[in-house]
C-alpha cells in the first residue's frame, strides 16, 4: 500500500507528525493493504463558522483495485486527530464494502 501526504499551503508538518499520520494510516488500513494500491492523505487547516477555527482538515482516499476510489473528509482540533477520525470512517467503510462484495 502506497501512502501519499499532500498539505495545503501554509500547513507544515514536522518530521514526527508526518511518521504518526504514516504509522495511523498503515495500522487502520494495514488489513486492506492486498486489495489498497495507493492511500492519498490531503491535510488542510480550515476556518469554521463565526470566527471559530478547526484547525485540522483531512481527506482520506483509497484506491481499490479494481473499484472506484472511496474519499473520506474528517474535521478535528489538530491534524492528527482529523486522521484518526477518518482513518476509522474509512476502515468501516471498508469492512462494509468488502462484506456486501462477499455476500
Known amino acids: 500500500m ?3 501526504i499532500h498539505t495545503d499551503q501554509g ?4 518530521e514526527g507528525l508526518l511518521i504518526r499520520i504514516r504509522a495511523e494510516v498503515e495500522r487502520a488500513l494495514g488489513r486492506f493493504s492486498p486489495t ?3 492511500v492519498g492523505v490531503h491535510l488542510s487547516g480550515q ?13 482520506l482516499e483509497a484506491r481499490i483495485d479494481g473499484r472506484q476510489p472511496i474519499a473520506i ?3 478535528a482540533e489538530t491534524l492528527e486527530a482529523a486522521v484518526i ?3 476509522e470512517k474509512l476502515t468501516r467503510v471498508f469492512a462494509h464494502a468488502l462484506e456486501r462484495a462477499a455476500a
Open 36 to 38: 489498497l494500491s495507493e
Open 47 to 59: 476556518a469554521g463558522d463565526a470566527g471559530d477555527c478547526n484547525p485540522g482538515r483531512c481527506v
Open 2 to 4: 502506497h501512502i501519499q
Open 73 to 75: 473528509t474528517r474535521q
Open 11 to 14: 500547513v507544515e508538518l514536522q
Open 85 to 87: 477520525k477518518a482513518a
